[in-house]
């Protein structure tokens, strides 16, 4: 099988400020790794990230973010973190920003801004902004207004689907089944679903992505040996799968060790180059 011929995109890396990690959140990043310093300089150095994800095979990344203060330790700080953090090198560094309807009051008015910034891509993490995706139907209206700016905006939004072992996550915010309701109401809104609801959620996060057009999969956090477990007809929506790792959250070795095993799946070339280069360029054109 011939190697990918498009540049490569990861679009599930954490970048993020490291002075606001949590102690917990911080003690099980560090558990099994012997990779800390890389990861130090890279949260620290956009020009060390860079030279990283070169010498991984990476040719464009997305960092996500988003505002986590009571679970992960990011504020509302992290979004303007990310945009100064990628300046520059937005052509390699694709910038996430995620609003928690929790702490914001004008959701609208900081989409708003946050995409005049530059920002690529809305992130919800509902286990760990401790709210669920449709909580626009009830405690918070504000989602809303962050799927009606990034639909109009044609930005994709991210849902965070399956667990978290994060110390005050709360998993049953990542049911992807509550997807759903957004993919009835926004038809016109891109929706990434992360992880596909590994580990227990896979078939939900299949039959949504069958349903919805503008759904896409994102890989990241399932083992490659996984996939074809978990998705055993993922051909079927080979157009809209996207190659993301998650590094370096807990239990992803490295970006390079995810790209071979994803290489190594019994797909035909054509469908491996789809997951790792031409379905992002879609979604996340150069600018």
């Given at each position: 099988?011939?190697?990918?011929?498009?540049?490569?995109?990861?679009?599930?890396?954490?970048?993020?400020?490291?002075?606001?990690?949590?102690?917990?959140?911080?003690?099980?990043?560090?558990?099994?790794?012997?990779?800390?310093?890389?990861?130090?300089?890279?949260?620290?150095?956009?020009?060390?990230?860079?030279?990283?994800?070169?010498?991984?095979?990476?040719?464009?990344?997305?960092?996500?973010?988003?505002?986590?203060?009571?679970?992960?330790?990011?504020?509302?700080?992290?979004?303007?973190?990310?945009?100064?953090?990628?300046?520059g090198?937005?052509?390699?560094?694709?910038?996430?920003?995620?609003?928690?309807?929790?702490?914001?009051?004008?959701?609208?008015?900081?989409?708003?801004?946050?995409?005049?910034?530059g920002?690529?891509?809305?992130?919800?993490?509902?286990?760990?902004?401790?709210?669920?995706?449709?909580?626009y139907?009830?405690?918070?209206p504000?989602?809303?207004?962050?799927?009606?700016?990034?639909?109009?905006?044609?930005?994709?939004?991210?849902?965070?689907?399956?667990?978290?072992?994060?110390?005050?996550?709360r998993?049953?915010?990542?049911?992807?089944?509550?997807?759903?309701?957004?993919?009835?109401?926004?038809?016109?809104?891109?929706?990434?679903?992360?992880?596909?609801?590994?580990?227990?959620?896979?078939?939900?996060?299949?039959?949504?992505?069958?349903?919805?057009?503008?759904?896409?999969?994102?890989?990241?956090?399932?083992?490659?040996?996984?996939?074809?477990?978990?998705?055993?007809?993922?051909?079927?929506?080979?157009?809209?799968?996207?190659?993301?790792?998650?590094?370096?959250?807990?239990?992803?070795?490295?970006?390079?060790?995810?790209?071979a095993?994803?290489?190594?799946?019994?797909?035909?070339?054509?469908?491996?180059?789809?997951?790792?280069?031409?379905?992002?360029l879609?979604?996340?054109?150069?600018?």
């Open positions: 099988m011939s190697a990918t011929q498009g540049p490569v995109t990861d679009v599930h890396v954490h970048v993020q400020p490291w002075e606001m990690i949590r102690p917990a959140v911080m003690e099980a990043m560090r558990k099994g790794r012997d990779d800390l310093g890389t990861i130090r300089r890279c949260f620290d150095d956009p020009g060390a990230l860079v030279a990283h994800l070169d010498g991984e095979g990476v040719a464009r990344t997305v960092l996500i973010n988003y505002e986590a203060p009571d679970v992960m330790g990011f504020s509302t700080a992290t979004n303007e973190w990310v945009l100064r953090y990628t300046e090198r937005r052509d390699r560094l694709l910038p996430c920003v995620g609003i928690n309807p929790r702490f914001e009051a004008d959701v609208r008015g900081r989409a708003e801004r946050l995409a005049d910034g920002a690529r891509l809305f992130k919800v993490h509902g286990p760990h902004m401790l709210v669920s995706p449709n909580d139907l009830g405690p918070h504000g989602l809303r207004d962050l799927y009606e700016v990034a639909q109009a905006r044609r930005l994709p939004v991210m849902f965070h689907t399956g667990t978290s072992i994060f110390r005050g996550a998993s049953k915010h990542g049911d992807p089944l509550q997807l759903e309701d957004v993919g009835v109401d926004f038809p016109d809104l891109a929706v990434i679903i992360a992880h596909g609801g590994r580990p227990f959620w896979t078939e939900q996060a299949f039959f949504l992505l069958r349903r919805f057009p503008r759904f896409f999969l994102d890989l990241s956090g399932i083992p490659p040996n996984r996939i074809l477990e978990w998705f055993p007809r993922v051909e079927e929506i080979a157009d809209r799968v996207l190659f993301g790792t998650d590094w370096p959250s807990p239990g992803v070795p490295s970006i390079a060790k995810n790209l095993g994803i290489r190594a799946l019994p797909l035909p070339a054509a469908v491996i180059e789809q997951f790792l280069s031409a379905n992002a879609r979604l996340f054109p150069n600018a």
